[in-house]
């Protein structure tokens, strides 16, 4: 399974971005796993902000994110979005999304990862 994140930038705090996982090449296909969105800030640890289960019957969010960021799935055009609203400079880092071995979230088992997109939350 091969992941593309496409969609980060800079914006300004407060602004919006919406960031996509393109999800291609795999037997079962993207719609048999679980996506999660993971940030990496410079010197910190990559954290998972937000997961979506397959048919997009569960979602999390980690306690930063919620109630700015929504995950959702397109599983007919095998594309997974982060809508990030209200946004602030601790959002800022490489947004990467990312696939579950399982159907179900929380991820706890990755298989495959994209390449990253970055996000730069200034004014």
């Known amino acids: 399974l091969t992941l593309v994140e496409s969609g980060g930038g800079l914006v300004q705090p407060g602004g919006s971005l919406r960031l996509s996982c393109a999800a291609s090449?795999?037997?079962?296909?993207?719609?048999?796993?679980?996506i999660g969105w993971f940030r990496q800030a410079p010197g910190t640890e990559r954290e998972g902000v937000a997961c979506i289960s397959i048919n997009s019957y569960s979602t999390d969010y980690s306690d930063s994110v919620k109630g700015r960021f929504t995950i959702s799935r397109d599983d007919a055009k095998n594309t997974v979005y982060l809508q990030m609203n209200n946004l602030e400079p601790a959002d800022t880092g490489i947004y990467y999304c990312?696939?579950?071995?399982?159907?179900?979230?929380?991820?706890?088992?990755?298989?495959?990862w994209g390449q990253g997109t970055q996000v730069l939350v200034s004014s």
């Open positions: 990312a696939a579950d071995v399982h159907t179900h979230c929380p991820i706890t088992d990755v298989a495959y």
């Open positions: 090449g795999s037997t079962p296909g993207p719609e048999s796993y679980a």
